[in-house]
């Protein structure tokens, strides 16, 4: 069993940056493939980033050349850089893990993601 705790989020103003947290308590965390996906209310869960090998990484169309998904697998946390905010990036953001990648990390709602955290809201105003 992993169990993922998110930290970072916050309410900021469109245009800022925040950086999201996910600490692991998996020693074998750099065995696992990671990432982050986010719930706006009202609407289903969608895969934001994920990190699957070590220089592999995959983002949602909507957060590309603003969010960076990043790991430290020393500390075995992984981090979401997230920039130039909108307000449409306003949702509940979670951290997953599973040890494969594939079609599962792209389903709607990713119900076959093994590992979730709590979630970490991220509130951004206009």
């Known amino acids: 069993q992993v169990e993922l705790a998110e930290s970072g989020g916050g309410l900021v103003q469109a245009g800022a940056s925040l950086r999201l947290s996910c600490t692991a308590s998996?020693?074998?965390?750099?065995?696992?493939?990671v990432g982050w996906f986010r719930q706006a209310p009202g609407k289903q869960r969608e895969l934001v980033a994920v990190?699957?090998?070590?220089?592999?990484?995959d983002y949602a169309d909507s957060v590309k050349g603003r969010f960076i998904i990043s790991r430290d697998n020393a500390v075995n946390t992984v981090f979401l850089q997230m920039n130039g905010l909108k307000p449409e990036d306003t949702a509940t953001y979670y951290c997953?893990?599973?040890?494969?990648?594939?079609?599962?990390?792209?389903?709607?709602?990713?119900?076959?993601?093994?590992?979730w955290g709590k979630g970490t809201l991220v509130t951004v105003s206009s």
């Open positions: 998996e020693r074998t965390f750099a065995d696992y493939v």
């Open positions: 997953a893990a599973d040890r494969l990648y594939g079609s599962k990390w792209y389903e709607t709602p990713p119900t076959r993601v093994d590992y």
């Open positions: 990190s699957f090998n070590t220089v592999g990484t």
